[in-house]
Each structure stands twice: as C-alpha cells, then as structure tokens.
C-alpha cells in the first residue's frame, strides 16, 4: 500500500458496520447489490458497478484511487453480466480496470 490512510470519522471515509472504510469521492453504483464482507478500503476515484450485476467482496480488500470493478458479460448480444466475486485479502492497484467474474484469495494486480 502506497501511502497511510487517515481514517478518522469524517476526514473523507465513511465507516461502515463491518468496518469497512469507503472515501465520500468513491463511486458505487447501485450499493444494495455491492456487499463488503468487512475490513475492506475503497479509497478516493474507485467506482463500483452494482448497477450490473452483484458483487460481492470478501475482507481485507483493498481498492486504490482510480481502479474500477465491473462484472463481466455474460456472451456478447445480451445486457446480462455475470455476479462478481472477490475473495479475501486482495489488492487492486492504481488506475485498474478489473471486468472479470470471479478474483481469488490472496492476490494483488
């Protein structure tokens, strides 16, 4: 991880139940469809594409400034995506655009 986070109540991340920390410039969209398992960070410029289809992140995740998560087409004619899944413990570096199914425990790209 490139830098410290100040997570501080209201200095830019919103604390969830879970103890996820979410910055105020992240971009989800559709959030009943996006779930964090808990312990994870979307930092700064991350957009979250729950209008697709679900996806579900499992702990410890952590999403840098400016990487975007899209669940990936389900063939190529219809507007049907598949759910995406992250399991625990990975890292999404900078600028990432991630359009994939499923990304397993322990990785970091």
Do not use: F, W
């Not at 919103?14 to 979307?42: C, F, M």
């Not at 410029?45 to 998560?69: N, Q, T």
């Amino acid at each position: 991880i490139s830098e410290p986070i100040n997570m501080e109540e209201g200095v830019g991340y919103i604390k969830t139940a879970t103890h996820n920390y979410v910055s105020r410039k992240a971009v989800v969209t559709n959030p009943e469809r996006v779930e964090l398992k808990g312990k994870s960070v979307l930092k700064p410029g991350v957009d979250i594409r729950g209008d697709r289809a679900v996806i579900r992140m499992g702990r410890y995740c952590i999403i840098e400034e400016g990487s975007k998560l899209m669940p990936a087409p389900l063939g190529n004619k219809n507007n049907k995506h598949i759910p995406m899944i992250l399991r625990g413990n990975v890292v999404v570096g900078k600028n990432c655009n991630i359009e994939a199914s499923a990304i397993g425990t322990n990785v970091y790209i």
